[in-house]
Nanobody, 129 residues
Framework: QVQLVQSGGGLVQTGGSLSLSCAASGRTMTEAAMGWFRQAPGKEREFVAAIDRSGGTYYSDSVKGRFTISRDNAKRLVSLQMNSLKADDSAVYYC???????????????????????WGQGTQVTVSS
């Protein structure tokens, strides 16, 4: 069974940067797309970014140009570098792993929570104004 363990996050001022990491157990990560979602208090969980097996990246409009997702299959790590943070970015962030997928994914697939079969424990990101 896949386990995802997150690290990073914390408190930062507006305009600052933070990074998140997600370590995956097992070998299935190399056959899956990996993504990040977030959930703010009182709001639905929303898609943030994803990366497919080819290294193709996908971002929500709200973070495009500010966040960068990357993966290291050898280390079974997925990272999210967050720059120019805003108060609206404050949320609990979750990494996720999809079921086995083709080499190239689609935005509709990686942005849907139903595509993911494993989740990390969640990491708080707080951006103070």
């Amino acid at each position: 069974q896949v386990q995802l363990v997150q690290s990073g996050g914390g408190l930062v001022q507006t305009g600052g940067s933070l990074s998140l990491s997600c370590a995956a157990s097992g070998r299935t990560m190399t056959e899956a797309a990996m993504g990040w979602f977030r959930q703010a208090p009182g709001k639905e969980r929303e898609f943030v970014a994803a990366i497919d097996r080819s290294g193709g990246t996908y971002y929500s409009d709200s973070v495009k140009g500010r966040f960068t997702i990357s993966r290291d299959n050898a280390k079974r790590l997925v990272s999210l570098q967050m720059n120019s943070l805003k108060a609206d970015d404050s949320a609990v962030y979750y990494c996720g792993q999809t079921r086995r997928v083709a080499f190239f994914a689609t935005f509709n697939y990686v942005s849907a929570q139903e595509s993911y079969v494993a989740w990390g424990q969640g990491t708080q990101v707080t951006v103070s104004s």
